[in-house]
């Protein structure tokens, strides 16, 4: 069983930066793409950024040129780069990993609020 922790959440002022940390550990096996989703109040969650094993990346528009998604395949850990933060970047921020077996695991969440 693979077990996400999220860190780096927090509190920050609108134009400033935060970087969201993913560390995984356990499974049998290999991970294959690692997502960053989040959801505000009242929202459905989203897909932020997804980036596959081998570093090929997808971004929702609303983060392109802001956001950036990285990987450590050593460390079995996923980063979210945020820049440019804006209000409505406020969410709970969710860590998502699939192994080689398709399987899906998700994080417990981080809370990111943006005060304007």
């Known amino acids: 069983q693979v077990q996400l922790v999220e860190s780096g959440g927090g509190l920050v002022q609108a134009g400033r930066s935060l970087t969201l940390t993913c560390a995984a550990s356990g499974g049998r096996f290999s991970l294959n793409a690692m997502a960053w989703y989040r959801q505000a109040p009242g929202n459905q969650r989203e897909l932020v950024a997804r980036?596959?094993?081998?570093?090929?990346?997808d971004y929702a528009d609303s983060v392109k040129g802001r956001f950036t998604i990285s990987r450590d395949n050593a460390k079995n850990t996923v980063y979210l780069q945020m820049n440019s933060l804006k209000s409505e970047d406020t969410a709970v921020y969710y860590c998502?990993?699939?192994?080689?077996?398709?399987?899906?695991?998700w994080g417990q969440g981080t809370q990111v609020t943006v005060s304007s």
């Open positions: 980036i596959g094993r081998t570093g090929n990346t």
């Open positions: 998502n990993a699939y192994d080689i077996k398709g399987r899906s695991y």
